[in-house]
């Protein structure tokens, strides 16, 4: 997942920029590879800054002092097609029509029929690997089929609907027009997330209007009335209105469970469930589940969380096991999320040079240490050891997530089974693999309960991590081989060379 948003203010004198790079920071926690804003100015022009890179290092205040104008769009970038080169930071940009800028959130799964279809049917050039320059060529070619001086709402949610016909996958996106207004859309299924919200503005004269990936972004920033946006539904601000549509009839809401076990921050509230109570649930159900396993006395000494996201799912299954619970392992707070950095050895390194065990909670215990999930089992492998290292009797190892065994194709960059600790492998393997005594896995279905208690209304998540039901009706085993063959680690280790290449095109990183 990445991180989006986009700002328009009621005051056109005032500028935007600050605000969506505040939102970025909120959300750097979705995307860690590069970082972008567009704004839009006077005249309807367009300034753009983005570029590899955390957000403090790419929005230097220099380049902020540059993004002038009342609206614009943000992203964070973690990269799950394409190549991690500076040419695929977003947003994108087209200058035709009208100038549209865009930042999506997830992964097609049809990017090579797309790419066809721009290039021998629409006559569109696409410049980079990435499969969200496709989307916004899909949009931009049905707009300019208007063929109109100046768009209304009605041209720009019939271009919705038609990319909606021809993009599959996952996409929220947040959108602007250069001189109309900014825009956000969600896919038919709503995989990834997005929200909507407005604020008094700061002149007391009507509202200002704000996207973003998750909630917290317009908490922060005081923005009210906030609310999801719908699967299949776009909403258009344009400079004298807003404007909804729900364009998709009837779709079924199909969030990504993974956000709630992992990537969102527990302070977001996504399609009416709080993350952080959905963790706290988990923790519940899974003390249940070691109670099961265990039986009532079990020989735990103490419960340890993985830092960060396990915390609040580790706190309560200790509190549900009349256990104690200790923080064993101490983060340095400078190293970011592991589990998106790009490349097995990165990722591999950085465990180590986050966290630490501290003996005194490990020396002659019997510990059981929760995360939220084991992937391709980075974290627990070395944690299992370090935990060793620091005189641990005996090693138990939870997850709040059930075992993973499938890729994911709408955004989390897993698209190679082979490299899962779980794939293959059943729970004592596992165990073994991570070098536990017991590895003990949260069930699917008290997963999805943990959710659903918040919103009994979802019908449906996106769970193909833990059982290979994708949720749109293309992911065939075809289409599953060949995302194996172009991003496993082993294809990304070999030598790449559009993910060196310059495209100077896309980019204004000046000092
Ligand atoms: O099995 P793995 O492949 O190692 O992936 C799973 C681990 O990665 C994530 O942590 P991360 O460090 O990314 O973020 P966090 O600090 O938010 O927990 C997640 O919370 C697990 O700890
Ligand atoms: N994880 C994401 O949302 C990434 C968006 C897009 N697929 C990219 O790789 O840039
Ligand atoms: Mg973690």
Redesign the pocket.
Known sequence: MCGVSALILADTKQPAVAEIQESLGLLQ?RGQDAAGIVTCGPKGRLYQCKGNGMVRDVFTPPRLLGLIGCMGVGHVRYPTAGTPANSEAQPFYVNSPYGIVMGHNGNLTNTAELKRFLDHDAHRHINTDSDSELLLNIFAYHLQKTDKFRISEEDIFRAITNLYEQCHGAYACAGMIAGFGIMGFRDPFGIRPLVFGRRKSSSGDGYDYMFASESIVLDSLDFTDIRDVNPGEAIIVSKHAVTTRQLVPNPTLSPCIFEYV?FARPDSIIDGVSVYNARLEMGIKLANKIRRTLGDKSDIDVVIP?????RAAALQLSQELGLMYREGFNKNRYVG????MPGQEM?RKN?KR?LNAMTAEFKDKNVLIV??????????EQIVQMARDAGAKKVYFASAAPAIRYPNVYGIDMPCTAEL?AFDRNETEISSAIGADLVIFQDKEDLIDSCRKYNPDITQFDTSVFDGRYVTSDVTKEYLDELEAARSDGAKNKHNPRAEEVIGLHNILQA
Request: hydrophobic fraction near 30%.
């Open positions: 926690h992992y993985v830092p960060d996201t396990s999320r592991t589990f998106i990722r465990v986050k995360d939220d999930s084991i992937v391709r089992g980075t974290t627990s600790v």
